[in-house]
C-alpha cells in the first residue's frame, strides 16, 4: 500500500509540473487575447487561427526552406505581428464605432476565411516541423524539452511585454487609453497609432505561441480549435481585459487539465476544465479578479 | 502683448444641439483670462473646441498664427495648448508617475521629461511623495495638483484649466487658486473657465461672461467685479 502511494505521489508531482508548464503557454495566449480586449475593446475571435498561420509559417520556413529553428521563430514572430495589425487596418478599425456584435461576426467570419485558405493553401494533411526534442528524465519522472522550453519562452515573452507596457511611453499609452478613450488627444496621442501597436504586440505574441506550439503539436488547417476557445474561457474567467487575472486563469486551468487527465484521460481534463468554467460563471460571472465598481 | 490665441466667430456643438454661437476670443500673451458663467453656459464646450477635442462648425482658431480647426487633435497639444479638463480625468489606475509620463508623450517633450518632472515638483512637492500611489485613489486636490502637473508636464505656453475647483472641499478651493496664481508667476498664459465667479475674478486679469452660449460681457476683472449684472447674478451681492 504504501509503495502504491509513494509512485502515486511521483505521477501527481509529475502532473502539477505539467501542468505548471502548459500553464505558460495558455498565459501566453490569454495575455495577447486581453490585450486586444483591454485596449481596444473588440474580441479576435480567430486569434487562434493567427497562431495556426503562424504554425504553418514555421513549418513552411523549417522544413520547405530549411531555415533552422531559431532564424525561422524570429521571422513568424514579425509575419503574425503584421497579420495583426493588417487585420486591425483591414477589419476592426472600420468597424470601431459598430455594435459589439458586428465587430464578433467580422472576427468570426476572418475565422473562416483564414481556416478555408489554410485547407486550400496547405491541404488538410497533418504536419510536423521533424524536431523531436529529447526527454529530460528526472527520477522517475519525465518532462519534454520541448514543454520546458515553450514554457521558459512564454515567461520571457510576457516579461518583455510587461517591461515595455510599464517601461515606454507607448506601453504607458496603451495602459491609459484603456481606461480613458475620449482625452488621450489632450496627451499628443494619435489613438490610431496606439491600436495599431497593440494589435501588432498583440499578433506578436500570437506568432511566439505558434513557434512554440509546433514543438509539441502537429499543425493542420483546423489546429486553432484545440486552444482557442480555452483561450477564451481563460481570459473570461480572469476577467476580460484583466492581464493579472488571466495569467492566473491560465494556470489554474492548466492544472485542471493536467491533473484531470492524470486521474482519467486527457481529454476528461478538458471535461472537467469546462465544467469548472461553467460553475465559475454561476459564482463570479464577471470574473476571478473582478474590479468592484 | 501680442494675442496668443483667438477665436473668431465659434460655432460649435454636440450633433444637432448647438452649445456656442458667434463666440470670439483671444488671450495675450502672458495674461490669465477667466471665463465665468452658469451651468450649461457652454464653458466646457469652448475648452474642448480649443483644445480639438469637439471641431467647431464655423468659426477660426488660431495658435501664435497658426490654424487649429486644420491641426489633428493630437498634435494641438504640441501648439503650446494644455487641458485640463473638467473633473480633472486623471487615468485613476495608473499611478501618479505614469500620469505624469503621459502629459509628457509628444516626442518634443520626452527629451524634457526629467525637466520639466523637476518643475512639476517644484510647485507641487505633495506629487513627488505620491509618485507611486494609484491616481484614483488619492484626495481630491491632490487628484487636481496632479492634473495640472500632467498638464504643465508638455511644457504648454497657454494652459486651459477647466471648472479646477469642482467637487472640492472650501479650504482646498482656496488652494487651488493659490496654485493658479503661481503658475502664472512661473510666465504661463492661462485660460480658465468657473463658476465661483468671485474667486476667479480674484486670480484673472480679464473675464468674459458666457451665458447660453454666447459672450455677454467683458472687460477686465474689475470691471466685471464691479459691475451690476454680474453682482446679482454670480456674486450674491
Known amino acids: ?293 | 502683448m501680442n494675442g496668443m490665441l483667438e477665436l473668431k466667430s465659434i460655432d460649435a456643438g454636440y450633433g444637432s444641439f448647438q452649445a456656442l454661437f458667434d463666440v470670439s476670443l483671444d488671450v495675450r500673451a502672458g495674461e490669465a483670462v477667466g471665463v465665468i458663467g452658469p451651468n450649461g453656459a457652454g464653458k466646457t464646450t469652448l475648452m474642448r473646441v480649443i483644445s480639438g477635442l469637439i471641431r467647431p462648425i464655423r468659426g477660426s482658431i488660431a495658435m501664435e498664427g497658426t490654424d487649429v480647426v486644420a491641426t489633428p487633435p493630437h498634435r494641438i497639444v504640441s501648439l503650446g495648448i494644455a487641458h485640463v479638463p473638467e473633473n480633472r480625468r486623471l487615468f485613476p489606475r495608473l499611478t501618479v508617475a505614469d500620469n505624469l509620463k503621459m502629459g509628457a508623450f509628444m516626442p518634443g517633450a520626452r527629451a524634457h521629461y526629467a525637466e520639466r518632472l523637476e518643475f512639476v515638483f517644484e510647485l507641487f512637492p505633495r506629487l513627488k511623495e505620491r509618485l507611486q500611489q494609484m491616481a484614483g485613489t488619492m484626495s481630491g486636490g491632490e487628484q487636481q495638483m496632479c492634473a495640472i502637473g500632467r498638464a504643465l508636464m508638455s511644457n504648454p505656453k497657454l494652459l486651459l484649466l477647466d471648472e479646477p475647483s469642482a467637487g472640492l472641499a472650501p479650504v482646498v478651493v482656496q488652494q487651488v487658486f493659490e496654485l493658479v496664481k503661481r503658475i502664472r508667476a512661473s510666465g504661463l498664459t492661462v485660460l480658465i473657465v468657473e463658476q465661483n465667479v468671485q474667486q476667479v475674478l480674484r486670480v484673472v486679469d480679464r473675464a468674459y461672461l458666457l451665458e447660453a452660449g454666447s459672450i455677454r460681457a467683458a472687460g477686465s476683472a474689475a470691471e466685471l467685479a464691479a459691475s451690476d449684472t454680474i453682482k446679482q447674478a454670480y456674486l450674491g451681492v
Not at chain 1, 509575419?79 to 486591425?88: I, N, R, S, Y
Not at chain 1, 476572418?110 to 494533411?125: C, E, K, M, N, W
Not at chain 1, 497533418?126 to 522517475?140: K, Q, S, T, W, Y
Request: proline share 4%.
Open chain 1, 1 to 293: 500500500m504504501q509503495s502504491f502511494l509513494d509512485i502515486f505521489d511521483i505521477y501527481l508531482l509529475e502532473a502539477v509540473i505539467n501542468g505548471i508548464l502548459l500553464g505558460g503557454v495558455l498565459a501566453l495566449l490569454a495575455l495577447g487575447l486581453n490585450l486586444i480586449f483591454g485596449v481596444i475593446d473588440v474580441t479576435w475571435i480567430c486569434y487562434a487561427e493567427l497562431v495556426m498561420i503562424g504554425m504553418y509559417g514555421m513549418y513552411y520556413l523549417v522544413q520547405v526552406f530549411h531555415l533552422p529553428y531559431w532564424a525561422a521563430a524570429p521571422l513568424v514572430i514579425l509575419l503574425v505581428a503584421l497579420l495583426g495589425a493588417a487585420l486591425h487596418f483591414f477589419v476592426i478599425a472600420p468597424l470601431l464605432t459598430a455594435p459589439p456584435i458586428n465587430q464578433l461576426l467580422a472576427t468570426g467570419g476572418v475565422l473562416f476565411i483564414l481556416q478555408s485558405f489554410a485547407t486550400v493553401a496547405f491541404g488538410i494533411d497533418f504536419r510536423n516541423l521533424g524536431i523531436r526534442l529529447p526527454v529530460l528524465a528526472l527520477g522517475e519522472m519525465n518532462f519534454s524539452y520541448a514543454r520546458l522550453l515553450s514554457f521558459a519562452a512564454a515567461l520571457i515573452g510576457m516579461v518583455c511585454v510587461y517591461l515595455f507596457l510599464t517601461r515606454t511611453f507607448t506601453g504607458t499609452a496603451i495602459r491609459a487609453i484603456a481606461q480613458d478613450r475620449q482625452i488621450m488627444p489632450l496627451m499628443g496621442v494619435d489613438p490610431k497609432r496606439i491600436y495599431l501597436v497593440t494589435s501588432a504586440i498583440g499578433g506578436g505574441l500570437a506568432g511566439l505561441a505558434a513557434c512554440l506550439l509546433v514543438l509539441q503539436y502537429d499543425v493542420h488547417p483546423f489546429v486553432g480549435l484545440s486552444f482557442g476557445p480555452i483561450t477564451f474561457l481563460i481570459c473570461v474567467l480572469g476577467g476580460l481585459g484583466n492581464f493579472i487575472g488571466g495569467f492566473i486563469a491560465a494556470f489554474v486551468f492548466a492544472e485542471i487539465i493536467s491533473l484531470g487527465g492524470l486521474f482519467s484521460d486527457l481529454e476528461w481534463g478538458y471535461v472537467l476544465a469546462f465544467a469548472f468554467f461553467i460553475v465559475m460563471m454561476f459564482i463570479r460571472p464577471a470574473g476571478l479578479l473582478a474590479r468592484r465598481s
